[in-house]
């Protein structure tokens, strides 16, 4: 019985699955990468070199108001005005020294940036993913000139830097550090220090190019945001880093000062936020001026912005600028891929700008010449739209008038730098339409078949296993005839279908075949709908599916997830009022209350997005800069890790059902659990604020990871181990009868809770898994998911027994009613509408617990719970588990729903019945999540050409997608081991008691 609703489970998963694949190989697609080289062998691609060497500073995360002489208001004591050597010398030496702000192109990962800035080329939407996993670049580089030129690079710093260019440093002059341990400080910076000030010193070391990149400014935003003491402790260590390098800065060396990227008010970066793209860039020559003093720059070719909050504009450039402007200046070829335009103040050597001429001349036919050999490519047809535009533009750069007037000629040769800039910013985001619509149709029939099975599933209860059975020859033999289908379809007309390869193709008409002989062989009744039946009718998913056709309602869908959440439980309400008996009434109405002040008070717990600003206030952080919990959490957390367990074995005594393991479970091994959940967070909180001085860094570190590592590893090894001998949580005795020598009497307390009691003990392991990988903030609001789960359940007993007693009453046999298993209907199939609280539960969970949909709201502290530095793979899948835990958590609740209150009797038909009402649970579980992401992907298809698909859409659709996984997973899981285990343990127990 297990295998067939796990296989049934399985074939849904799998068309999921196959669905997301087809879809997102046509959605998220990545640029094809050049291997050309801009090779100069004549020197007639290059100007005569400013300057001998380079000294390139990158401080990571250094945000252009960090630098900014006129910063925004309020001003902050901790980031303001802190560094101000530029700001100095660039008053003081107006044609030596320079300060920009540069726009870095999102995903604002230090990978990413890096390629940016040395290459020129642009990311695409997905390349975020391989920062924790980055390989070399195979690209033209300005490193890589500088390697073919004979010149020799010293590097110090971030070791990303060496996993991009592996071979490209000289090996005597290379000390990378580990970037990812955020929770140091300082040993990145103190070893570019002790390194860099060397070779400085020694003026006959044989560097031509010194790059030190710092990381102390970035793993202080991570910890504790921007406005923090430590912040500007960290920066004056900068600001004197930078004096000691310009006193012994040799005159022919060019030193420039970059941000990698910025960091939005929390700390954090990696999405496009204006504080997350803003970056500083500043460059000083302290022997040869830069501009010249009486230079007359026409102020087109000037761009200016103002920073968010100032009142002084700035000068502000693309970060991709760096890499032809750099390349020029130390007499290298502009690198191949390039789309940036070279920076006019630092050309600008004579009063006429000529040199700036030859400059932007070399920068435009660079850019022409990568262009073109992109359209030559494989690729080249993505340049059809756009081309004529493209050499209408160059045209105007050759024409006469253009070369006679100079002025018109840099405007014609800047127009097509940055035209060129924003069709290839277009063009990485262009779609394999075929593709998408391959996924979109997998994930249509998928989700009607789907929707199909739920409805007959409830039919069918009683003849569950003969139903299945059937069904599963239908799926498997769909999969092995649409395989082969779609080997023919690949052999004939994969040539006139762009990507598809012989693995889609089986992919699609293995899942596209199968979902269609699951349409054709079930066919739900709709003859028994009514008036009555329209409280099932799914309005909540409706409206929340509906909700992804508009940017706003995305923007704001944790508001939106409350409100419905709230909604949909109306129902119960309704039921509650007319409940036949006041017990009933006072359940339902009591239980409904508290489940609804549950879902009230998670939702106080919020991060803002930037689309939601000024609207939005963060209350899961101590503040909007200030990545800490607040006060209240500080206190409310280890009281909430004790109350909690005491609750649930609260719930389980109503039914009598906290005996047996849960009496072990829930007053030791769940409290010790949640305890050192919230130990862990409470000291990294007083390790991050220095509470009790740097000193005690070390202790609170090792006993921090102690906590985690014990929660852990004891819910996992003891807490499992014991669930996995002894699940039931049942007390029998037997007593012999008075007057009778052979006859006893067996007592069974929990018994009417069999089944749910277990497996709720099987559900807070997990919890226990989730909580020390969860921020404080965030376990509080998963305690308040837990207690409104439990509410949820009292509430669906006490419906399903009104639906009893009213079954009892219209069968014209009132006394029935005193029969022992009365009340006992495990046969009445869950009702949508029942199952819908949890699913929007799991996503109210999600934001509540300090996520968006948007991906600066990662909380990247996760990683470094179990170590303090990254460690593969348990990193990567803390901080999965920090942000799909919740959603997995809850979705691993759905068998409750079928199991909760609901007595083993009679056997075997009521452990058949159950499990037909599981796989229900589960499967309405996973067609909720499954609509979502239906919706979401054509949202996202639909509306591909709107100005906020990669910034609102796409980002909604990944979410959704993960989430179809998660949740998928989690009721595979928990079909197959939990639910499977605890029937197998109650049919033993049957089995005991009645031998014969």
Request: hydrophobic fraction near 50%; glycine fraction near 6%.
């Amino acid at each position: 019985m297990a295998s067939k609703g796990l296989s049934l489970l399985t074939w849904v998963f799998f068309v999921h699955l196959a669905g997301i694949y087809l879809y997102t190989r046509g959605f998220l697609l990545t640029r094809l990468a050049l291997s050309d080289v801009n090779r100069c062998e004549d020197g007639a691609c290059t100007l005569t070199p400013t300057h001998k060497k380079a000294v390139v500073l990158v401080i990571d995360a250094l945000r252009f108001d960090f630098l900014s002489p006129h910063p925004p208001e309020p001003h902050s004591p901790y980031h303001h005005n802190v560094i101000t050597l530029p700001q100095e010398l660039s008053a003081s030496w107006p044609t030596h020294s320079f300060l920009f702000e540069m726009f870095s192109d999102p995903p604002t990962t230090t990978l990413q940036r890096l390629k940016g800035i040395t290459t020129g080329s642009l990311p695409t939407f997905i390349d975020m993913g391989s920062n924790f996993g980055g390989s070399s670049i195979n690209e033209d580089s300005f490193i890589g000139q500088m390697r073919r030129a004979g010149k020799k690079i010293a590097f110090m710093g971030d070791d990303t830097w060496t996993t991009v260019f592996p071979v490209s440093f000289d090996a005597n002059m290379t000390h990378a550090y580990d970037s990812f341990n955020v929770e140091d400080l300082h040993t990145v910076d103190e070893g570019v220090i002790e390194h860099l000030f060397p070779l400085l010193k020694d003026k006959t070391a044989p560097w031509d190019l010194l790059i030190g990149h710092f990381l102390g400014v970035d793993h202080v935003g991570h910890r504790v945001g921007p406005d923090h003491p430590t912040m500007r402790t960290k920066q004056q260590q900068m600001d004197d880093v930078l004096r000691r390098v310009v006193d012994l800065l040799d005159d022919d060396t060019l030193l420039v000062l970059l941000g990698d990227h910025g960091m939005d008010r929390k700390g954090d970066h990696g999405g496009d936020g204006d504080h997350e793209t803003s970056a500083a860039l500043w460059v000083y020559s302290k022997g040869p001026q830069l501009q010249h003093p009486k230079a007359a720059i026409p102020t087109h070719l000037l761009t200016t912005r103002f920073f968010p909050g100032a009142t002084v504009a700035n000068r502000h450039i693309q970060q991709i600028d760096l890499a032809p402007t750099l390349s020029l200046l130390l007499g290298l070829p502009i690198p191949f891929n390039n789309l940036g335009t070279v920076v006019p103040e630092l050309f600008w050597h004579d009063k006429a700008g000529k040199d700036y001429t030859r400059a932007l001349s070399l920068n435009a036919r660079q850019v022409k010449q990568y262009l073109q050999t992109y359209r030559d490519s494989a690729s080249g047809g993505e340049l059809d739209n756009a081309w004529g535009d493209l050499e209408g533009v160059w045209q105007t750069v050759n024409s006469d008038a253009n070369v006679k007037d100079q002025d018109a000629q840099w405007l014609a040769m800047t127009t097509y730098t940055r035209q060129a800039l924003a069709v290839c910013r277009m063009l990485w985001a262009q779609f394999n339409v075929s593709l998408m619509t391959l996924g979109l149709v997998l994930l249509v029939t998928g989700t009607v078949a789907a929707a199909f099975l739920y409805l007959q599933l409830g039919a069918v209860q009683d003849q569950w296993e003969t139903w299945s059975a059937g069904v599963r020859r239908w799926y498997v033999s769909g999969v092995l005839s649409g395989a082969m289908l779609g080997f023919l379809a690949y052999i004939t007309v994969s040539r006139y279908v762009k990507g598809l390869g012989l693995f889609e193709a089986l992919l699609f008409g293995s899942a596209l075949t199968s979902s269609l002989a699951i349409l054709a062989s079930t066919r739900p009744s709709l003859s028994g709908l009514s008036p009555r039946s329209l409280m099932s009718l799914p309005l909540p998913l409706i409206l929340h599916a509906l909700a992804f056709a508009s940017n706003s309602f995305t923007v704001w869908e944790d508001h939106v997830v409350t409100f419905l959440l709230i909604t949909s439980i109306a129902a119960s309400a309704l039921a509650g009022f007319s409940a036949p008996t006041s017990r009933l009434r006072y359940r339902i109405l009591g239980f409904s209350a508290l489940f609804a002040a549950c879902v009230r008070l998670m939702a106080m717990s919020t991060v803002c997005r930037e689309e939601q600003q000024p609207y939005c206030h963060v209350t899961f952080f101590a503040s909007s800069s200030l990545p800490s919990p607040p006060l209240p959490v500080l206190a409310l957390s280890v009281p909430v890790a004790l109350v909690l367990p005491w609750i649930l074995k609260r719930f389980l005594k109503i039914s009598q059902s906290d005996k047996g393991t849960a009496a072990i479970m829930l007053p030791w091994i769940l409290p010790g659990t949640l305890l050192l959940g919230s130990a862990y967070w409470v000291l990294e909180h007083l390790d991050s604020s220095e509470a009790f001085g740097p000193e005690w860094a070390g202790a609170l570190r090792l006993f921090r990871t102690l906590c985690a590592r014990s929660a852990l590893g004891g819910v996992i090894f003891f807490g499992y181990a014991l669930w996995w001998l002894a699940p039931l949580c049942l007390k029998i005795s037997a007593e012999t009868r008075a007057g009778t020598q052979d006859k006893k009497q067996v007592t069974v307390l929990g018994f009417a809770n069999a089944y749910g009691a277990p497996y709720l003990l099987f559900w807070c392991l997990f919890m226990g898994v989730l909580y020390p990988a969860t921020q404080l903030t965030g376990q509080i609001v998963l305690a308040l998911a837990a207690v409104a789960i439990l509410a949820h359940l009292e509430v669906i007993d006490s419906i399903r027994d009104v639906r009893s007693l009213e079954a009892v009453f219209a069968s014209g046999n009132p006394s029935a009613i005193l029969e022992p298993d009365a009340l006992n209907v495990p046969s009445i199939p869950l009702r949508f509408s029942e199952i819908t609280p949890l699913a929007l539960l799991a996503v109210h969970a999600f934001f509540a617990t300090g996520h968006q949909a948007a991906i600066p709201s990662i909380q990247w502290k996760a990683a470094f719970v179990l170590t303090s530095t990254l460690t593969y793979p348990f990193s990567p899948l803390l901080v999965v588990l920090n942000s799909f835990g919740p959603h997995f958590l809850i979705a691993l609740a759905a068998p409750l729903l079928a199991l909760w209150n609901v007595a083993p009797l009679p056997q075997p038909a009521a452990d058949v019945k159950a499990r037909a009402n599981v796989v229900r649970a589960a499967l309405g579980m996973m067609l909720y999540h499954a609509t979502l992401l239906l919706s979401s992907a054509v949202c996202s298809a639909w509306l591909r050409r709107h100005l906020m698909v990669w910034k609102i859409f796409a980002p909604r659709f990944m979410l959704s997608a993960l989430t179809v996984v998660v949740v998928d997973v989690a009721v595979l899981f928990g079909v197959g081991v939990g639910v499977g285990r605890v029937s197998g343990r109650v049919a033993r127990m049957f089995a005991a008691m009645n031998p014969k």
